[in-house]
């Protein structure tokens, strides 16, 4: 199966620093998102990008899919971006059925104040 | 509303107990699924509706048994679990298959098998 690759694992920032996380995925993919887990558990959707560039507020994303990664930019972090960020992919149409998000294992980011 | 509503928040049950799960959207969507997420650990699918059809991860054991009564609603009823059956357990809906406008997840139960 498809394979999802998240770097660095663990991320530790200064408020107002910036930061890159990556995705990098073994196949072509159809769907890709980006979400934050924060410490509630709940995942919240930041980007659908299965390719090009999204922006929203202080967070970008950018999906190469022919190169098979896709980058997340945080820009002058705050506390509240603390939490796990996940990247997925999905094949679609895979075996004639969908539904098949896979999940990295994640980045744990920490933002200190 | 573009909202995915999970009852309860938490649970906590015995091994010989019986209890459901509950998952509403209200988007349109046409396709429900089932995730759980041990501690550390990335979601991953248990089931899925699609089009009022049941897929299943066949590692599921069947103490898990999902039930779709409308395009709306999602349960997942829980019977003879395990302490190892402790977990986040998500819900999430999609318009069409994920492909076009991706998935939207519920905020979760937090179980807790005693």
């Known amino acids: 199966g498809i394979q999802v690759e998240q770097s660095p694992p663990d991320l530790i920032l200064q408020e107002g620093a910036n930061s890159t996380l990556r995705c990098n995925f073994s196949?072509?993919?159809?769907?890709l998102q980006w979400f934050h887990q924060n410490p509630w558990g709940q995942l919240i959707n930041l980007f659908y990008?299965?390719?090009g560039t999204k922006q929203n507020g202080r967070l970008s994303a950018t999906t190469v899919a022919t190169e098979r990664y896709s980058l997340l930019y945080i820009s002058s972090s705050q506390t509240t971006d603390s939490g796990v960020y996940f990247c997925?992919?999905?094949?679609?149409?895979?075996?004639?059925?969908?539904?098949?998000?896979?999940f990295g294992k994640g980045t744990k980011l920490s933002v200190k104040p | 509303d573009t909202e995915v509503t999970q009852t309860p928040k938490h649970l906590v049950m015995g091994m010989t107990n019986k209890k459901s799960l509950k998952c509403e959207q209200h988007?349109?969507?046409?396709?429900m699924y089932w995730y759980k997420q041990k501690a550390k650990k990335p979601p991953e699918l248990m089931f899925v509706?699609?089009?009022?059809?049941?897929?299943i991860n066949e590692s599921v054991p069947s103490r898990f048994s999902p039930e779709c009564p409308n395009s709306s609603l999602l349960n997942l009823h829980l019977h003879a679990l395990q302490p190892e059956d402790s977990a986040l357990y998500l819900c999430?809906?999609?318009?069409?298959?994920?492909?076009?406008?991706?998935?939207?997840f519920g905020s979760g139960t937090r179980l807790t098998v005693v």
């Open positions: 999430a809906s999609s318009q069409d298959e994920g492909i076009t406008y991706g998935y939207t």
């Open positions: 196949d072509s993919v159809n769907n």
């Open positions: 990008i299965p390719s």
């Open positions: 997925a992919v999905e094949r679609g149409n895979y075996g004639g059925s969908q539904g098949n998000l896979i």
């Open positions: 988007m349109g969507h046409r396709a």
């Open positions: 509706y699609s089009y009022e059809k049941l897929s």
